[in-house]
């Protein structure tokens, strides 16, 4: 965001204000990232099926368009693994076989994908990113990752590809490891190792170009595309042509739309999630709405070049940020060079060998498999939590499980909606039967009496509190517990409000309800510390015989005899 005082500007937001002491380290930026990107974005093109140079020409207009509209100063814009993936899945059924049309529905795909963008930001949707927790994308990602390295694995073994979900295709490598080219999985493997090698002992060494070039040269040199190791083959130079795909039709457009919300929701949470990571190391903000627009027009500009769905990437915004970049100059001079490639390079990437390509994907994505993370998920659990929620306890572990699994039996854009899903299900579930916990009295305190079994209680007083809000799902199982709570010496039942911060209609008129129950039973019953919309609801619900509110527990209780005590 602008600094206060400034006027923001409405495009190239990130360059306001620049300083000449910035360009050093935005030019240094730049030229690391590019060499990152160009062979990522030859490899992620491979992942969406389309040819490599695809990747490339989505690069180009999403860098310069994203920096035009996109509120963070340090997020790379540019193909990535798992929008590829869900591009590749929503785009093969449609296509069949026809190559050319495997394409050009690619480019369609990116313009629908941008409409969406745009229109998103443009009516502030940028909330909709909250909907999908962290537990369920983190699960989303690790069957995503495992998915794309599955089937990179044929290409790094110089064997076909079989079957179509997770297991399928794991099935088909184990049955045609006979099939092996050891050349391929040499060159595959020495490119995997490099990458993967630079990366731990010498991170500040490109290692995806530097594989990229050993796989050329191995290949220039021995001629191994002679020897049965597929490489890239003919890169068409120079810039791509701007214009609409040919031959998609307006109702081809109309059916992408809705795939194309997917992609929007996939890219849109992984790109904020990385351009929020940077912009708290930096002290700024970032906007979602403006990083739905930015994201919109990114991927409106790829898609207008016969490119394919861009998104913010997480690896390539840490490279950015870790090389010093201060603004997003460095994104205009990542596409500067790959101006330079596309007009310059392209013939030196057509020896690049598919396997050394898979290598590079492979490495790129083997560190999103956070099996760690999955673990710590699991370990948020205690004997507690298992007695009050039962099999939900582990609801966070259980949403990121469906994701997975989702993503590695049904495909991506599925398992994304069954981990959501799952999570809204269970959050449900939970705010359904919420703890009602009877209290105990610790000087001023009032404490969960199954937590402090030493403390003394009142068999003729109940206070309870209700950790939730209360409301039409969960407010029989609330009336049904405290009835429960209640024995034949109880004579005040007292709900400590503090913990419920709303109540809607239906909560209120059942407790007008369970008020006229307990005075059957000569109970009676009152509300303490009431706060905010809580006290407001339940006031206007209840405009005739208003349960009495008291401004603490112990002003509820004033009045009741003080009988013996029992302790629990």
Same mark, same amino acid.
């Given at each position: 965001?602008?600094?206060a ?6 495009? /190239?937001?990130?360059l306001?204000g620049y300083r000449?002491?910035w360009?050093? &380290?935005?030019l240094?930026?730049g030229?690391?990232v590019?060499a990152v990107?160009?062979p990522?974005a030859?490899a992620?093109a491979?992942?969406?099926g389309v040819?490599?140079?695809a =990747?490339?020409y989505? %690069?180009l207009?999403?860098?310069v368009l994203?920096a035009l ?5 340090h997020?790379?814009v540019?193909p990535?693994?798992a $929008?590829a993936?869900l591009?590749a899945?929503?785009?093969a059924p +449609?296509?069949a ?7 050009a ?7 629908? $994908?941008?409409l969406?963008?745009?229109? &998103? ?7 909709v990113a ?6 369920v994308?983190?699960g989303?990602?690790?069957?995503l ?6 089937g990179?694995v044929?290409? +790094? +073994?110089g064997?076909?590809k079989h079957g ?9 490598? +184990?049955n045609h490891?006979?099939?092996t080219?050891?050349?391929?999985v040499?060159?595959?493997?020495i490119g995997?190792a490099?990458?993967?090698g ?8 490109p290692g995806?170009?530097l594989?990229v070039?050993l796989g050329?040269?191995?290949?220039s040199v021995f001629?191994l595309? !002679? ?7 003919h890169i068409?130079?120079?810039l791509?042509t701007v =214009?609409l795909?040919g031959g998609v039709?307006?109702y081809?457009?109309l ?11 996939i890219? /849109? ?5 990385a %351009?929020?990571?940077?912009a ?9 709405n403006r990083?739905?627009?930015?994201? =919109? ?7 207008m070049v016969?490119?394919?769905?861009v998104n913010?990437?997480l690896?390539k ?6 090389a010093?970049?201060? $603004?997003?100059l460095?994104?205009?001079v990542?596409?500067a060079l ?9 013939g030196?990437f057509?020896?690049l060998?598919?396997a050394t390509?898979a290598?590079v994907v492979?490495a790129?994505?083997?560190e999103l498999?956070d099996i760690a ?6 370990q948020?659990w205690?004997e507690r939590? =298992?007695?009050?929620y039962?099999r939900?306890a582990? &609801?966070?572990?259980?949403?990121a499980?469906?994701?997975m699994?989702?993503?590695?039996? /049904?495909d991506?854009l ?5 981990g959501i899903g799952?999570?809204?299900?269970l959050?449900?579930?939970?705010a359904?039967?919420?703890h009602v916990a009877?209290?105990?009295?610790? !000087?001023?305190?009032?404490?969960d009496?199954d ?12 206070v309870v509190?209700?950790e939730s ?5 969960n ?6 517990r405290?009835?429960?709570?209640c024995?034949?010496r $109880? ?12 109540i ?6 059942m407790f007008?309800d369970?008020r ?8 009676d019953?009152?509300?303490a510390r009431?706060?905010?919309q809580?006290?407001?609801?339940l ?10 509110v008291? &401004? ?5 209780v004033?009045?009741l005899?003080?009988p013996?005590?029992?302790h629990g």
């Open positions: 965001m602008a600094n005082g400034h006027t923001t500007w409405p495009v /190239f937001e990130s306001q000449p002491a360009l050093r &380290a935005d240094i930026a030229l690391t590019w990107l160009v990522e030859l992620y491979s992942i969406a040819p490599p140079v =990747g490339l989505a %690069a207009p999403a860098l994203y509209a996109g509120s963070s100063r997020l790379v540019g990535m693994s $929008t993936a591009s899945a929503i785009i +449609l296509a076989a026809d190559g050319d049309r495997y394409v529905l690619t480019a369609a795909l990116a313009l629908a $994908t941008g969406v963008g745009l229109l &998103a930001g443009l009516i502030r949707l940028g909330f909250s909907f999908i927790s962290e537990p994308l983190k989303f990602i690790v069957g990752a495992l998915t794309i390295i599955i990179q044929p290409k +790094l +073994l064997i076909s179509d979900n997770f297991f399928e295709q794991a099935w088909g490598v +184990l490891l006979g099939e080219n050891w050349r391929t040499l060159v595959g493997g995997l490099a990458v993967v630079l990366k731990h002992w010498l991170p500040l060494v995806s170009l594989a070039l050329i040269v191995a290949v001629h595309d !002679d020897h049965g190791v597929a490489i890239v083959g068409d130079a120079g791509p =214009g795909p039709t307006f081809e457009y059916d992408l739309l809705g795939p194309a919300v997917g992609v929007v929701l890219g /849109f949470a992984e790109g904020l999630g %351009a929020k990571t940077y708290a190391k930096a002290g700024y903000e970032v906007d979602p990083e739905l627009l930015g994201l =919109g027009a990114a991927n409106l500009g790829a898609g016969s490119g394919m769905v913010g990437s690896s915004t840490a490279v950015n940020g870790s010093g970049a201060k $603004t997003q460095s994104g205009l990542v596409a790959t101006v330079v490639t596309l007009l310059f390079l392209t030196l057509e020896k060998p598919e390509l290598g492979i790129a994505v083997i498999v993370a999955l673990r710590r998920l699991y948020v205690t939590l =298992g007695s009050i039962g939900a582990r &609801a966070d572990f259980t949403a499980l469906a994701a699994l989702g993503v590695l039996l /049904f991506t599925p398992g994304l909606l069954i799952i999570s809204m299900l959050l449900i579930y939970r359904s039967e919420p009877p209290l105990v009295a610790q !000087d001023s305190l009032w404490l009496a937590r402090h079994p030493d403390l003394p209680r009142r068999p003729d007083l109940l509190r209700v809000g209360l409301f039409f799902a407010a029989d199982y609330v009336r049904q405290i009835e429960g709570l024995t034949d $109880t004579r005040l039942v007292v709900l400590d409000a503090e913990t419920s911060p709303t809607d209609v239906s909560a209120a008129a007008a369970l006229d129950t307990l005075a059957r039973r000569r109970i019953f009152r509300i009431s706060v905010g809580f006290g407001d609801e006031g206007a619900a209840q405009s005739d015989r208003p349960i009495p008291y &401004a603490t527990v112990r002003a509820a004033a009045d005899p003080e013996g005590v029992e």
